[in-house]
């Protein structure tokens, strides 16, 4: 009954590869986002996405590649992984107004060698 | 284990003691604040918020302060226990747009 999940939680490629990682949400919330998280532990947006639509893009390279097939998922696609891409991943609903609340999964280490 | 993040300001507290974990804030149109708090290999999680309408709000243990003439917030913890270790984040709502603060790690102290 988890509330965010996200898949895989450990993910080590090497660099130039593609990999996706997946992330779904049980609570009926409309907005599902993506953020990189560094190892100083600094959390940016990446992506959000509204009901399976794009609502924001931050500046972030055409490798990667958001996917919303229905509003409980949201996947995230990565193409040609650079060594910078190395962090820690999180997938993250929010319920609508007037709260904004974030649910976050339990994130997903990316390693790129 | 985890890579520490060596340029997270840390505050170290005694167990039992109060903690006080500050924030400055960016916008001062941001209308509604948000403290979360991460553990070690998990995600963050939701704490506790407030409107820029209050200037305080309680919960069970945590108080959130705001002040918007310093575009200040702060989250006081009461009798801080061993599980309250973590990274805590502020989150400020502008533009439609929630961002992240860099993060406090609480480590406390038997």
């Known amino acids: 009954d988890t509330a965010v999940s996200q898949t895989p939680k450990y993910l080590v490629t090497q660099m130039g590869n593609d990999k996706s990682i997946k992330c779904e949400q049980n609570?009926?919330?409309?907005?599902m986002y993506w953020y990189k998280q560094d190892s100083k532990k600094f959390l940016k947006i990446m992506f959000s996405?509204?009901?399976?639509?794009?609502?924001i893009n931050e500046t972030v390279p055409n490798r990667f590649s958001p996917k919303s097939p229905d509003k409980a998922h949201l996947n995230l696609h990565i193409n040609s992984l650079e060594l910078g891409d190395s962090a820690v991943y999180f997938c993250?609903?929010?319920?609508?107004?007037?709260?904004?609340?974030?649910?976050f999964g339990p994130g997903t280490r990316l390693t790129v060698l | 284990g985890e890579s520490v993040g060596l340029h997270l300001p840390t505050l170290s507290v005694q167990e039992g003691d109060n903690s006080i974990i500050n924030c400055a804030y960016s916008?001062?149109?941001?209308?509604?604040f948000i403290w979360y708090k991460q553990e070690s290999g998990k995600g963050p999680q939701f704490i506790i918020d407030?409107?820029?309408?209050?200037d305080k709000r309680q919960g069970q243990r945590v108080t959130v302060l705001l002040n918007k003439t310093v575009k200040h917030l702060s989250l006081q913890i009461a009798a801080t226990q061993p599980g309250d270790s973590a990274v805590y984040f502020c989150?400020?709502?502008?533009?439609?747009?929630?961002?992240f603060g860099s993060g406090t790690r609480l480590s406390i102290r038997p």
């Open positions: 609570l009926g919330h409309d907005t």
């Open positions: 996405y509204n009901n399976k639509e794009l609502i």
């Open positions: 916008n001062s149109a941001s209308d509604y």
């Open positions: 993250a609903s929010k319920a609508g107004v007037p709260t904004d609340t974030q649910y």
């Open positions: 407030i409107r820029s309408n209050m």
């Open positions: 989150a400020e709502r502008s533009a439609s747009k929630i961002i």
